[in-house]
């Protein structure tokens, strides 16, 4: 009964289309992350602690 509706609704095309989604996004957050200069990160994970001290 699975197989009959998975079959019917083209379950097995969206989960392979979901994961190839996922891996292409997984993978441009990495380059991005990996091309990130460390003065860039190292700003970005100090914001949140900035508004603090300015107030």
Do not use: K
């Not at 289309?17 to 292409?24: E, H, P």
């Not at 380059?31 to 949140?48: C, G, H, K, T």
């Amino acid at each position: 009964m699975l197989q009959e509706l998975g079959a019917s609704t083209n379950a097995s095309t969206w989960a392979v289309a979901s994961i190839l989604f996922f891996v292409a996004v997984y993978l441009v957050v990495a380059v991005q992350v990996f091309r990130a200069r460390p003065d860039d990160l190292d700003a970005r994970a100090r914001m949140a602690l900035d508004d603090e001290t300015q107030g």
